[in-house]
């Protein structure tokens, strides 16, 4: 028995390529696959940035193959560089760390958790995901909450973009409220726009030397617009100013206007972005009171200590999700037929102590003899009860290792924790 | 059952302020429930305490205890207990729960106060006048807590630091938000406290005003106070400035309270 997947994300290939499989989100598409590869059970998950398929399939040699080629012929394109490839221990902690948003392009986000869990449940829908699929997807859910209540995984952001809009949340208290004033209409403007406009700010003015691009700009993020002109009325009212317009000489705000402009704000605070380079705005504006000014080497500063952060928090969540797939592969193991007999036989019999135990004492007139009689029938039935499903299992467990069917019965009987206290009792 | 409750009560604060801490440092809400239960815990020691000693002596408890210690450490607790969810922040949490756990020792250990004062203890005026003195106080103690932060975290942004704690602060504006909200509303409680305080001086004196450093003192923390709002409705003063006379305010608020009546003679012989 062989847990396997195959995927293909932001990292190995392109969105085009990956889009190929949306196709793939279907009952069909997956029970097709599954008849290809003679996988026993399936899930797909299936994001913006990635698709990927877990697999159980019976462990015989040319699996890769079996799963390109199923792939491949759906995508009509090779996949061999494309995609990579794990199976058992390594696909184990791949879908923990795809759970715990470790591979994700914004590492730490929460969003992937929320997708496995959808994957998971069409999958249950359509009937493709047996126990040890299910088991494993349950298992990563719980290994990512970990990951995200003992790490600070999610907690640093590294790049220039979300650190600029931490900041403007340390300096104001909300964010929707603020007049954020845009100056250029470039391309880096554009981008820094967006990723504030994501972050909640609403209220935008765009300045810009021709007028007619700021208008443009404005009106994708329904925003206003002028021109430099503008500027200090402009400067008087905003919260937060981007400025990503260099001029040849000197700057584009000054010390002394700066002084003129807070007289005229009545010392709201305002903070500076200045993403041009060269810089636009003269530095010496960050000793006045209430203006908090940063330049673009400020924030890649800052994002590349948190992205030194975060690595030592990866290194605590890699050990959690090897700890975890020790775990979950202990439970794979405990799958095999004997053991899964024993533990079913165990629970029968304690179950039949159990109960003689509580009758027994109420039964005080009851002679020797057929207090024997008595255990003898209850011991006969619990072993008549047993025999169907133990050759049942016997029957079907020709094959090595684990096997889905022990999972069932395991889960029926409630067999786990039969063998936790017996373990415990070692 | 004073000898253990109070200075139980100061114990749990002072937990509460050490979970806020640890809760600032980890980011778990679940250690910040924790500090937030201490809180009450101790918030409803000191108030039954108060309660009981009320129901055994009248407003001889306000004599027969360090009244004011329980008084302005269970207040300035409960201040931040009701600022609301969003405004509770860790930081400022751990800030509130040493205050409250130096007000309740300090004058825990003082002794207690035998000296009689007359007839003003018997005016109705007379628990009016120090329960309306002490909730100002109180809320100058959330002002100076907040503003301690706002310059803290002020300092951060402005030098650039590179250290992400400085990240789960509290914004700016919440702060700067708090200190003043705090100092009108301690203001006003302040002002009638002082007007009774007046009145009874004149019942208990014989006169309105005394060159005494006790009324001088109180008048200089209401102007402090009274400069501090009008510069902020105004003149716009915000931020760093503003934080600045929140501090000097409540320094001039522990003098008064604290270390007068050991450099000065005064007649004003209770806190």
């Known amino acids: 028995m062989v847990i396997s997947v195959i995927g293909l994300n932001h990292k190995s290939a392109s969105v085009d390529m990956r889009g190929r499989f949306s196709a793939a989100v279907q009952e069909e598409a997956v029970r097709g696959l599954m008849r290809e590869i003679e996988a026993l059970e399936a899930v797909v998950l299936y994001t913006c940035n990635r698709f990927e398929l877990y697999t159980v399939t019976e462990g015989e040699g040319g699996l890769r193959e079996r799963h390109l080629a199923a792939l491949e012929k759906m995508s009509g394109e090779s996949l061999g560089e494309l995609s990579y490839w794990y199976t058992d221990e390594e696909a184990i902690a791949h879908l923990f760390r795809v759970s715990s948003s470790l591979d994700s392009l914004v590492i730490g986000e929460a969003q992937i958790n929320g997708q496995a869990k959808e994957a998971l449940r069409m999958a249950q829908r359509w009937g493709t995901a047996g126990p040890l699929l299910t088991r494993l997807f349950n298992h990563s859910f719980s290994t990512a909450k970990e990951v995200r209540s003992e790490t600070g995984i999610g907690k640093y952001q590294v790049s220039v973009a979300s650190v600029a809009v931490q900041l403007a949340n340390s300096i104001f208290e909300k964010l929707e409220e603020k007049e954020l004033l845009l100056i250029g209409a470039g391309k880096m403007a554009e981008k820094a726009l967006k990723h504030l406009v994501l972050r909640g700010v609403e209220r935008i003015l765009v300045v810009n030397r021709t007028r007619k691009n700021a208008q443009e700009l404005a009106n994708r993020f329904g925003g206003s617009a002028g021109d430099l002109g503008d500027l200090n009325r402009a400067l008087e009212t905003a919260d937060i100013v981007l400025s990503a317009v260099s001029v040849k000489d000197g700057f584009l705000i000054h010390l002394d206007q700066m002084k003129r402009v807070l007289k005229e704000r009545k010392n709201r605070p305002l903070f500076i972005l200045d993403i041009a380079v060269p810089r636009s705005v003269d530095r010496s504006v960050g000793s006045l009171d209430n203006v908090y000014y940063y330049e673009l080497d400020d924030l890649e500063e800052i994002a590349n200590k948190h992205h030194a952060l975060r690595s030592r928090e990866r290194v605590k969540a890699e050990e959690i999700i090897s700890e975890q797939t020790a775990r979950y592969r202990e439970w794979l193991s405990s799958l095999n037929m004997v053991s899964t007999i024993n533990s079913f036989k165990d629970k029968l019999e304690q179950i039949r102590g159990d109960v003689l135990l509580r009758f027994m004492n109420r039964l005080s007139s009851v002679s020797k003899e057929d207090r024997e009689l008595i255990e003898q029938m209850t011991a006969t039935l619990i072993n008549k009860i047993a025999h169907d499903p133990i050759s049942y299992l016997k029957a079907v467990s020709s094959v090595r290792g684990p096997y889905p069917g022990s999972a069932v019965l395991q889960e029926m009987f409630g067999l786990e924790e039969i063998r936790k206290e017996n373990h415990c009792r070692d | ?271």
């Open chain 2, 1 to 271: 059952m004073s000898d253990f409750v109070v200075p139980i009560a100061g114990i749990l604060y002072l937990g509460g302020g050490l979970l806020h801490f640890f809760a600032l440092v980890t980011e778990r809400k679940e250690v910040e429930r924790f500090a937030l239960f201490s809180f009450v815990v101790g918030f409803f020691l000191h108030l039954g305490f108060l309660f009981f000693q009320y129901r055994e002596s009248g407003v001889e408890s306000v004599r027969s205890i360090p009244f004011a210690s329980v008084f302005v450490s269970c207040c300035l607790v409960a201040l931040y207990l009701c600022i609301g969810k969003v405004r509770r922040q860790p930081s400022l949490g751990a800030l509130i729960g040493l205050a409250a756990f130096a007000v309740s020792t300090v004058f825990w250990l003082k002794p207690t106060l035998g000296r009689e004062i007359g007839s003003a203890w018997d005016s109705d005026l007379f628990p009016i006048h120090v329960t309306l003195t002490l909730m100002g106080y109180s809320f100058f103690a959330l002002a100076g807590c907040s503003a301690l932060l706002y310059l803290l975290a002020e300092r951060g942004i402005k030098q650039k630091w590179k250290w992400p704690l400085f990240f789960v602060l509290p914004s700016l504006e919440s702060l700067d938000k708090l200190s003043i909200h705090a100092v009108t509303n301690g203001f006003a409680l302040l002002t009638f406290g002082l007007a009774t305080g007046v009145v009874l001086s004149r019942q208990e004196w014989g006169a309105y005003w005394y060159w005494d450093p006790k009324w001088v003192l109180s008048l200089l923390i209401w102007m402090v106070y009274a400069l501090l709002i009008q510069v902020r409705l105004f003149r716009g003063v915000r931020g760093r400035k503003l934080a600045y006379l929140c501090l000097v305010g409540f320094a001039a608020v522990l003098f008064t309270f604290a270390g007068l009546q050991l450099l000065f003679n005064t007649k004003h012989v209770f806190v």
